[in-house]
């Protein structure tokens, strides 16, 4: 069975930080390229951090210079280190596990975020 697990969610105040989680099993999670998307409510869901089998990252021009994307093979996990948070930043987030060439993909069952004072 395929799980990915996000946690670290909750309220922080503007200017904070959260470093969420999301813990993969069932899959080899070292063959596949990771995310982290969110869902504001009445808006669309949206990338915002991916990072490779590499390690090569990428970011939504809302999010750089404040998160950080990262794994750890070795425990099958993938973080997002958000610092610096607006209000614009509430949502829920979702982990999200692709292996394109084979069209695998897997999404967790998110975390919310609330920033606000």
């Known amino acids: 069975q395929v799980q990915l697990v996000e946690s670290g969610g909750g309220l922080v105040q503007p200017g904070g930080s959260l470093r969420l989680s999301c813990v993969a099993s069932g899959i080899a999670f070292s063959m596949y390229a990771m995310g982290w998307y969110r869902q504001a409510p009445g808006k669309q869901r949206e990338l915002v951090a991916s990072i490779t089998r590499g390690r090569t990252t990428d970011y939504a021009d809302s999010v750089k210079g404040r998160f950080t994307i990262s794994r750890d093979n070795a425990n099958n996990t993938v973080y997002l280190q958000m610092d610096s948070l607006k209000p614009e930043d509430t949502a829920t987030y979702y982990c999200?596990?692709?292996?394109?060439?084979?069209?695998?993909?897997?999404w967790g069952q998110g975390t919310q975020v609330t920033v606000s004072s």
């Open positions: 999200h596990a692709n292996w394109g060439t084979l069209n695998r993909n897997y």
